[in-house]
T-cell receptor, first 110, second 117 residues
Framework: QKEVEQNSGPLSVPEGAIASLNCTYS??????FFWYRQYSGKSPELIMF????GDKEDGRFTAQLNKASQYVSLLIRDSQPSDSATYLC??????????FGQGTELSVKP | ETGVTQTPRHLVMGMTNKKSLKCEQH?????MYWYKQSAKKPLELMFV???????ENNSVPSRFSPECPNSSHLFLHLHTLQPEDSALYLC????????????????FGSGTRLTVV
């Protein structure tokens, strides 16, 4: 079992819809969780982080964490074509290095 | 300058050449990382340095040689590379590792696009 799992996609949503990106992790002691966005040929950019169970909202982005289910998600409301990118989930297992998922490719169609 | 700076942005080298990639961070971080990302592939962790000491080498071929003279600078020395080494090489930094405290994530540089011919 991979330590951090994401569906590779591509996930295709129409412009204006909600995009839902999911991630599961194996280390139950993980403490911090991150979402990075990576445009093609560019470096990853941190867009959200979450430490506590529940929801965290920042503009059109909402991160959701459920430690009991070992599940973290990213919702993008009112998706725009500029949101088309690969989204990387990363998990910090108890102070060690970040473990990255393989990324989910999101395509927002006009 | 702020953030993590990588140079050069693009590099084309022959298989017999020797070149170096440079990474510099201005964030006061103590941990630095080299990642390789081939086209349409996930990030591959290569090396980890924490307070200038190498703490991880993920079975990277010896034709890649890292150097970390201080917590702000990280180099990746390249020699006798193969065409399959062509990729985006990313440097990242973070506050530190292994303390058990909450980690504030990594900051990535813009990367070096390497082509081996």
């Amino acid at each position: 079992q991979k330590e951090v799992e994401q569906n590779s996609g591509p996930l295709s949503v129409p412009e204006g819809a909600i995009a839902s990106l999911n991630c599961t992790y194996s280390d139950r002691g993980s403490q911090s969780f991150f979402w990075y966005r990576q445009y093609s040929g560019k470096s990853p950019e941190l867009i959200m982080f979450i430490y506590s169970n529940g929801d965290k909202e920042d503009g059109r982005f909402t991160a959701q964490l459920n430690k009991a289910s070992q599940y973290v998600s990213l919702l993008i409301r009112d998706s725009q074509p500029s949101d088309s990118a690969t989204y990387l989930c990363a998990v910090n297992p108890q102070g060690g290095k970040l473990i990255f998922g393989q990324g989910t490719e999101l395509s927002v169609k006009p | 300058e702020t953030g993590v700076t990588q140079t050069p942005r693009h590099l084309v080298m022959g298989m017999t050449n020797k070149k170096s990639l440079k990474c510099e961070q201005h964030l006061g971080h103590n941990a630095m990382y080299w990642y390789k990302q081939s086209a349409k592939k996930p990030l591959e962790l290569m090396f980890v340095y924490n307070f200038k000491e190498q703490t991880e080498n993920n079975s990277v071929p010896s034709r890649f040689s890292p150097e970390c003279p201080n917590s702000s600078h990280l180099f990746l020395h390249l020699h006798t590379l193969q065409p399959e080494d062509s990729a985006l090489y990313l440097c990242a930094s973070s506050q530190e590792m292994g303390t058990g405290d909450l980690n504030y994530g990594y900051t990535f540089g813009s990367g070096t696009r390497l082509t081996v011919v």
